[in-house]
């Protein structure tokens, strides 16, 4: 089983839509998670930290259910320039962890 | 403000060549990474350092080389260039905060072809 999985989309969906996509990791023992979106040919960039709680960041919402081992993003009211991928993003406990990237989730918004 | 710097940014070589990738952050981050990424795939890991003089391997180190004599620099070593080596490389550092791996950063990457 893979570290982190995602399903690789592609996600197309109209402007205006909300979208939801879901990210299961396998090390119960993982600490921190974050959600990156990749632009085509582009570097990543951090798009939002996941916290226990839950977070909100305008249109984007990220969930963690420790008990299920996955994390969401919910963006709602979806936008032409929200169409790239998202990347998962998952570290272990220790100075010595690593972190693990899932292969994303192509979205696509269409008019 | 720099934050994570890699040159080449674009690279060819032939089969069996070696070269070197550089990586280099001004944030006096711990941690460093090298990716690779292919069409349609995600990131893989290929080494990783949690601080100067240590590292570590990742998913697809076979091929590649890595020293951190430095907190500043990673850099990525082919041997021997293969053809299933053209890809795009990143660099990615990031510290910690609390015990735990804060947001990581990424250089622009570096886009390899191997002939």
């Known amino acids: 089983r893979k570290e982190v999985e995602q399903d690789p989309g592609p996600f197309n969906v109209p402007e205006g839509a909300t979208v939801a996509f879901n990210c299961t990791y396998s090390n119960s023992a993982s600490q921190s998670f974050f959600w990156y979106r990749q632009d085509c040919r582009k570097e990543p960039k951090l798009l939002m930290s996941?916290?226990?709680s839950g977070n909100e960041d305008g249109r984007f919402t990220a969930q963690l259910n420790r008990a299920s081992q996955y994390i969401s993003l919910l963006i709602r009211d979806s936008k032409l320039s929200d169409s790239a991928t998202y990347l998962c993003?998952?570290?272990?406990?220790?100075?010595?962890?690593?972190?693990?990237f899932g292969t994303g989730t192509r979205l696509q918004v269409t008019l | 403000n720099a934050g994570v710097t890699q040159t080449p940014k674009f690279q060819v070589l032939k089969t069996g060549q070696s070269m070197t990738l550089q990586c280099a952050q001004d944030?006096?981050?711990?941690?460093m990474s090298w990716y690779r990424q292919d069409p349609g795939m995600g990131l893989r890991l290929i080494h990783y350092s949690v601080g100067a003089g240590i590292t570590d391997q990742g998913e697809v180190p076979n091929g590649y080389n890595v020293s951190r004599s430095t907190t500043e620099d990673f850099p990525l070593r082919l041997l021997s260039a293969a053809p299933s080596q053209t890809s795009v490389y990143f660099c990615a550092s990031s510290r910690q905060g609390e015990g735990l791996w804060t947001e990581a950063f990424f250089g622009q990457g570096t886009r390899l072809t191997v002939v």
């Open positions: 996941v916290y226990s």
């Open positions: 944030m006096n981050h711990e941690y």
């Open positions: 993003v998952v570290t272990g406990t220790g100075t010595a962890s690593k972190l693990t």
